[in-house]
C-alpha cells in the first residue's frame, strides 16, 4: 500500500519535471532554429533520466518498505545473537517425550513446585497469576548465573525483601552442601529468607530449615561443551590436570587435550581441598545440583536425578534462550518486566580464543567423548531445554510476541543506560505485557551493580531494618 503511493507521487513528479523543463528546452532550441527537433530530443533524455532516476528511488523504497522491516524484526528477534540462537540444535521432542514419560511412569511421583495454576489473580491482558517472592536461585557454574542473580538481588532489595547473605563477604554461602547458622548473616531468630540467590551446591534440606515452605526453586544450565570451554578458560583447569600442559602440543590447547579422552583426564583431577570447589570438568551442572560426585553415568542415575530436579524446580532456565526464560521467569512469579530488565554488557560473551566452533578446534569426536564422560550434564541439559520449550507451547501464542516485545524494551533501555548524556527520563508505556514504569540514571547504575556491590548495600539495608545500624551511604545504590 506504502509502495502504491510511492509509484502515484514519482508519476506526479514526472509530469511536474516536464512542465518545469519543457519551456527552457523548447526556448534552446528556438534560438538555434531547430525548435521542434532538439525539443523532442531534449524531452526524450530528460524522460530517460528520470526513468533512471525513478528506478533507483523505487530500488530504494522497495527497500525501505517490503526488505527492511521484515529484517529488523529478524534482528530484533535475534538481539543479541547470543541470547537467543543455541549453540547446538534443540533435541527432538519425540525422543524426550518418551524420556520424560519412562520417568514420570517409573517414579509416579506428583510433581512438587510445578503446578503453579492454583493461586490466581487478574493481570490485565493475561491469565490470573499471584505474585511470589519467596524464591530460591541455585547459580551454576559457567551458565550465565551472575547476570541472573544480579536480577534477583536487584528485586530483593527494590522490594525490601530479605536476601540471604553470607557471614562474611564470599560468592559462596556455607560448605559444599550443607549451610550453618554460622555461615550466614546473623539475622534475629525465627526471620526466614526470601530470596537466595548464591553459590552453594543444591540440597533441599538446607532451604527447609532457612526459607518459607512455599520457596519456589529456579535453576540455570547451559550447553555442556561450551560450558566445559568456559570453565577451561576461567578457571585454567589444566593447571589441576597432572601432566596436562606436558602432553598438550604447541599447536593445541589444553581444551583439546581434555576432549580428546576425558575419562582418563577425570581419574586424574585434583581438584583444590575448599568448602567451596568451584573447578570442575565432569557434570559440573549436575553436581551444582547435588549430583554426589560417586554417583556415575548410568541411565538409573541419570533418570532418578533428572526426575528429582523436575519435582523440586518451578523452572530451570536455558542460557540459550536466556530472553525466553526470563519471561518464563516472569510468568511463574507474576512478576513486572521491569524487575527482569538486566544489564547486556554483565550478559554479554567474552570472546575467548578457543571458544571457536571451528571442526579444527573441537571436533564432533571430542564431542561425542565429553557426551559420554559426563552423561548426567548432557541428559539434564537435553531434558530441560526441550521442558523449556513444552511450557512455552502451553502458554499460547502471545508468548513469543512478549519475549519479542522484552528484548525491544531491552533494547531501548540499554541505548539509554549507554548514553552519557541522559535526554531526561525513559518513560516505558503500559502494555498488556507490562506496567508503566521510569527509567532513569538510578535504575541505569543499579543494572550494572555486581553481586559484591549488591551484598554491601542488602546488608547495610538488613542492619538498619533489623538491629537500627546506620543507614547506606549515599550513591551506594
Known amino acids: 500500500e506504502g509502495l502504491g503511493v510511492h509509484v502515484v507521487l514519482a508519476a506526479e513528479w514526472e509530469g511536474w519535471i516536464a512542465r518545469r523543463l519543457r519551456p527552457a528546452f523548447v526556448i534552446r532550441s528556438m534560438s538555434k532554429k531547430t525548435s521542434k527537433p532538439m525539443a523532442d530530443v531534449n524531452m526524450f533524455l530528460t524522460r530517460r533520466t528520470f526513468y533512471g532516476i525513478s528506478l533507483v528511488g523505487t530500488l530504494f523504497l522497495i527497500i525501505h518498505v517490503v526488505i527492511t522491516p521484515p529484517l529488523a524484526d529478524?534482528?530484533?528477534?535475534?538481539l543479541p545473537a547470543a541470547m537467543t540462537t543455541p549453540s547446538c540444535t534443540t533435541p527432538k521432542p519425540t525422543s524426550l517425550q518418551k524420556f520424560r514419560s519412562d520417568i514420570h511412569d517409573r517414579t509416579n511421583v506428583s510433581g512438587r513446585n510445578v503446578n503453579l495454576g492454583e493461586e490466581r489473580k487478574t493481570v490485565p491482558g493475561r491469565p490470573a497469576c499471584s505474585l511470589h517472592q519467596n524464591v530460591a536461585f541455585m547459580k551454576v557454574h559457567k551458565c550465565g548465573s551472575t547476570t541472573t542473580q544480579n536480577i534477583f538481588l536487584r528485586y530483593g532489595f527494590d522490594h525490601d525483601l530479605v536476601v540471604a547473605l553470607p557471614r562474611q563477604a564470599s560468592p559462596w554461602i556455607g560448605c559444599g552442601s550443607t549451610i550453618r547458622p554460622?555461615?550466614?548473616?546473623?539475622?534475629?531468630?525465627?526471620?526466614?529468607?526470601?530470596i537466595f540467590a548464591h553459590h552453594s551446591t543444591y540440597n533441599r534440606s538446607n532451604f527447609?530449615?532457612?526459607?518459607?515452605?512455599?520457596?519456589?526453586?529456579?535453576?540455570?544450565?547451559?550447553?555442556?561443551?561450551?560450558?566445559?570451554?568456559?570453565?577451561?578458560?576461567?578457571?585454567?583447569?589444566?593447571?589441576?590436570?597432572?601432566?596436562?600442559?606436558?602432553?598438550?602440543?604447541?599447536?593445541?590447547?589444553?581444551i583439546q587435550t581434555y576432549l580428546k579422552n576425558p575419562t582418563y583426564w577425570d581419574g586424574v583431577f585434583v581438584g583444590p581441598r575448599k568448602c567451596f570447589q568451584d573447578e570442575c570438568a565432569k557434570n559440573c551442572m549436575a553436581k551444582?545440583?547435588?549430583?554426589?560426585?560417586?554417583?556415575?553415568?548410568?541411565?538409573?542415575?541419570?533418570?532418578?536425578?533428572?526426575?528429582?530436579?523436575?519435582?523440586?524446580?518451578?523452572?530451570?532456565?536455558?542460557?540459550?534462550?536466556?530472553?525466553?526464560?526470563?519471561?518464563?521467569?516472569?510468568?511463574?512469579?507474576?512478576w513486572n518486566l521491569s524487575d527482569i530488565i538486566y544489564d547486556k554488557h554483565q550478559y554479554k560473551a567474552r570472546n575467548y580464543d578457543?571458544?571457536?566452533?571451528?571442526?579444527?578446534?573441537?571436533?564432533?569426536?571430542?564431542?561425542?567423548?565429553?557426551?559420554?564422560?559426563?552423561?548426567?550434564?548432557?541428559a539434564l541439559y537435553d531434558y530441560f531445554n526441550q521442558s523449556l520449550w513444552s511450557q512455552i507451547e502451553r502458554e499460547g501464542d502471545d508468548f513469543l510476541a512478549e519475549v519479542r516485545h522484552f528484548q525491544t524494551i531491552l533494547v531501548r533501555v540499554w541505548h539509554y543506560c549507554a548514553a552519557r548524556i541522559k535526554p531526561g527520563k525513559l518513560r516505558i508505556k503500559a502494555t498488556p505485557w507490562n506496567n508503566d514504569f521510569i527509567?532513569?540514571?538510578?535504575?541505569?547504575?543499579?543494572?550494572?551493580?555486581?553481586?559484591?556491590?549488591?551484598?554491601?548495600a542488602i546488608r547495610r539495608k538488613l542492619n538498619r531494618r533489623f538491629y537500627n545500624k546506620p543507614q547506606a551511604q549515599a550513591g551506594e545504590v
Not at 74 to 78: I, L, Q
Not at 222 to 234: C, E, G, H, V
Open 74 to 78: 529478524v534482528m530484533t528477534r535475534s
Open 182 to 194: 554460622q555461615h550466614t548473616m546473623k539475622l534475629p531468630q525465627g526471620t526466614k529468607w526470601n
Open 208 to 254: 527447609e530449615r532457612f526459607m518459607p515452605q512455599d520457596t519456589r526453586f529456579v535453576a540455570i544450565l547451559r550447553n555442556p561443551i561450551t560450558t566445559i570451554k568456559s570453565a577451561f578458560n576461567y578457571f585454567k583447569l589444566e593447571y589441576f590436570f597432572p601432566g596436562m600442559i606436558e602432553r598438550t602440543g604447541l599447536s593445541e590447547r589444553p
Open 288 to 334: 551444582d545440583l547435588g549430583l554426589q560426585r560417586h554417583d556415575g553415568n548410568s541411565h538409573v542415575t541419570i533418570k532418578h536425578f533428572i526426575q528429582g530436579i523436575e519435582n523440586d524446580f518451578a523452572l530451570v532456565m536455558i542460557i540459550e534462550y536466556f530472553n525466553h526464560s526470563l519471561v518464563m521467569l516472569k510468568r511463574r512469579l507474576c
Open 354 to 378: 578457543h571458544k571457536s566452533s571451528s571442526s579444527a578446534v573441537v571436533t564432533m569426536n571430542m564431542e561425542a567423548n565429553y557426551k559420554r564422560s559426563s552423561a548426567v550434564d548432557h
Open 439 to 456: 527509567v532513569n540514571k538510578s535504575f541505569c547504575s543499579r543494572l550494572s551493580k555486581g553481586r559484591w556491590q549488591w551484598d554491601r
